[in-house]
C-alpha cells in the first residue's frame, strides 16, 4: 500500500526551496511514497518542475476550496513545515496524524530582544528534516533542489557578447530594507569588481537598480573603466533568474530566494547580513568552501528582528553601513579568477 503524505508549506520562495530535501527524501526513502505538496499559487514556479513530487495543490486565498480538494486525496500523514495558523487550521480540519515543524520562536525571541544566545547551531534544513523522524527519513547529502523548465532557460547569447565569458550575479532584492545593503554601498561594490555584473531582482527593484549603476559608475576613479552591468531587474520571471544565477561564476546576494536557490546550484555564493544572523539558521546550504557571509559582528543591537524592517529602528543601519565592501569585492574577484 502506499503512504500518500502532504507536505504543507505556503511561502516564501526561500522558506519553500529548503524544504525540497524533505519531499526527496520522502519519496526516495519511504517505500512507495506518494508526495503531493500545499503552497501559495503565486509560488507555484518554485515546485513546477520538482519530479519528487507527484501532485501540487495551490491555496487561492480560500482555504476552504483547498481544505475540500485535500480530502479528496485520502492522505496518511501531514507534514506541516510552515507551523502557521493557516496550516494549523488545515491540520484541525484535515483531522490527520500531523508532524509539525519547530519554527524556535522562543530561542529567536530571547536572542533578539534579550540578547540571549541559546540557539541551536543547526541549519534549518536539518529541522525541517527532523519531521520525519518516524519514518526514517535521513539526511542524504545531496543538498537542495531547484529544477528549471528547458522553455525558461536563458540563452546567454541574447546577453551582450562580454558576458559570455563570465559574470558575478549581484541579487539586490530582499522582503525587508534592513536585508538590504544601501544602494551607494552596491554601487562602490560593482566599482570594484574586475568582472561583469548582471543585476537580478523583480519589478519592485528596478528603482534600485538604476540607483547602483547610477552609482557605480560615480565611483569609479580617473581614467578608470566603468563597470559593466546588465540590469536585468524586472525583465526575468524567478525560473529564468534562476538560469542566469546557475550560469553566473559568483553569486553576491542578500538573505533572499535567489541565495537558497543559488544554494541549490551549488554556487560560490558571498551572502550579505544586515539585521538578522546566520545563526538563525537560514544561510547558504552549501559546503563551506562555497559559502562567504559578510557581517558586522559585535553590535549590540544586532538582531533586532527574526525577520526584518522597512528601515533601521534606530537609523544608523550600521549592520549593513559596515560591511567592508572592498574585502566584499576581493573575495568576489578572487572567486571569479578561478572560474573556467
Same mark, same amino acid.
Given at each position: ?6 507536505v504543507v508549506r505556503f511561502s516564501s520562495?526561500?522558506?519553500? %526551496? ?5 519531499? &526527496? ?43 475540500? @480538494?485535500?480530502?479528496? @486525496?485520502?492522505?496518511?500523514?501531514? *507534514? ?5 495558523? &493557516? ?34 547551531? /543547526? ?47 549581484? %541579487? ?6 534592513? /536585508? ?30 538604476? @540607483? ?33 544565477? &546557475? ?20 554556487k560560490n555564493i558571498i551572502s550579505l547580513?544586515?539585521?538578522? *544572523? ?16 559578510? @557581517? ?13 524592517? /522597512? ?18 569585492a576581493h573575495k568576489c574577484n578572487e ?6
Amino acid at each position: 500500500m502506499p503512504v500518500r503524505f502532504l507536505v504543507v508549506r505556503f511561502s516564501s520562495i526561500g522558506d519553500i %526551496v529548503l524544504t525540497t530535501p524533505v519531499i &526527496r527524501g520522502l519519496k526516495t526513502q519511504v517505500e512507495e511514497a506518494q508526495v503531493h505538496f500545499v503552497t501559495k499559487k503565486a509560488f507555484l514556479p518554485v515546485v513546477a518542475n520538482n519530479p519528487y513530487i507527484d501532485k501540487i495543490h495551490l491555496y487561492d486565498g480560500d482555504l476552504n476550496v483547498l481544505i475540500d @480538494e485535500l480530502r479528496s @486525496e485520502d492522505f496518511d500523514y501531514i *507534514i506541516d513545515l510552515h507551523h502557521n495558523l &493557516r496550516s494549523f487550521l488545515l491540520k484541525r480540519r484535515m483531522g490527520l496524524i500531523a508532524f509539525s515543524f519547530n519554527k524556535i520562536n522562543l530561542q529567536k525571541w530571547l536572542r533578539v530582544v534579550l540578547k540571549i544566545d541559546v540557539l541551536p547551531r /543547526k541549519h534549518i534544513v536539518d529541522r525541517y528534516l527532523e519531521t520525519c523522524y518516524l519514518f526514517d527519513v535521513e539526511n542524504d547529502g545531496k543538498g537542495l533542489d531547484f529544477f528549471i523548465d528547458p522553455a525558461n532557460e536563458v540563452d546567454l547569447t541574447t546577453l551582450p557578447d562580454v558576458f559570455r565569458k563570465g559574470y558575478v550575479a549581484l %541579487v539586490i532584492g530582499a522582503q525587508h530594507g534592513t /536585508k538590504q545593503m544601501p544602494d551607494d554601498r552596491l554601487g562602490m561594490l560593482c566599482a570594484q569588481l574586475k568582472y561583469p555584473v548582471v543585476i537580478l531582482g523583480g519589478k519592485d527593484s528596478v528603482e534600485k537598480a538604476q @540607483e547602483i549603476v547610477r552609482y557605480a559608475g560615480s565611483y569609479v576613479t580617473s581614467g578608470a573603466s566603468l563597470p559593466i552591468i546588465y540590469d536585468a531587474c524586472g525583465k526575468f520571471n524567478l525560473q529564468q533568474s534562476a538560469s542566469l544565477v &546557475r550560469q553566473a561564476g559568483v553569486v553576491i546576494t542578500h538573505d533572499t530566494g535567489l541565495m537558497h536557490i543559488a544554494a541549490a546550484f551549488q554556487k560560490n555564493i558571498i551572502s550579505l547580513w544586515g539585521n538578522t *544572523i546566520p545563526e538563525f539558521g537560514m544561510y547558504p546550504y552549501v559546503s563551506p568552501e562555497k559559502s562567504f557571509i559578510f @557581517e558586522t559582528k559585535g553590535l549590540w543591537c544586532r538582531p533586532c528582528s527574526k525577520i526584518g524592517y /522597512k528601515k533601521c529602528p534606530l537609523g544608523h543601519f550600521k549592520c549593513m553601513q559596515n560591511i567592508d565592501v572592498s574585502a566584499v569585492a576581493h573575495k568576489c574577484n578572487e572567486l571569479m579568477s578561478y572560474c573556467p
